[in-house]
């Protein structure tokens, strides 16, 4: 597992990215710690431009977690995919 700044496609990114034998996660998180996206892709190998990412998309209020979307798509896209 590493952890910190990763270059993603010509941009440097703090990102948590956990290998698998079946895959890779990517984790972003908002300013306060809390998980803002995780996107997990079948190929260790996967751009994070291929369009077969599975991004989760996280709300959270001083309560705790309100919601959590998922969605298929580019994960460079995370910001403007169709969410709902």
């Not at 599975?54 to 979307?69: A, I, M, Q």
């Not at 580019?74 to 910001?79: A, Q």
């Amino acid at each position: 597992m590493a952890t910190g700044l990763r270059r993603i496609n010509n941009r440097t990114r703090a990102v948590r990215v956990i290998d698998h034998t079946e895959g890779v996660i990517l984790t972003e998180r908002y300013a306060n710690g809390d998980l803002k996206y995780l996107g997990f892709h079948k190929d260790q190998d996967a751009a994070t431009s291929d369009e077969n990412w599975v991004v989760h998309y996280f709300v959270w209020d001083g309560n705790g977690l309100v919601s959590r979307e998922s969605i298929m798509g580019i994960y460079d896209n995370r910001d403007s995919l169709d969410w709902r």
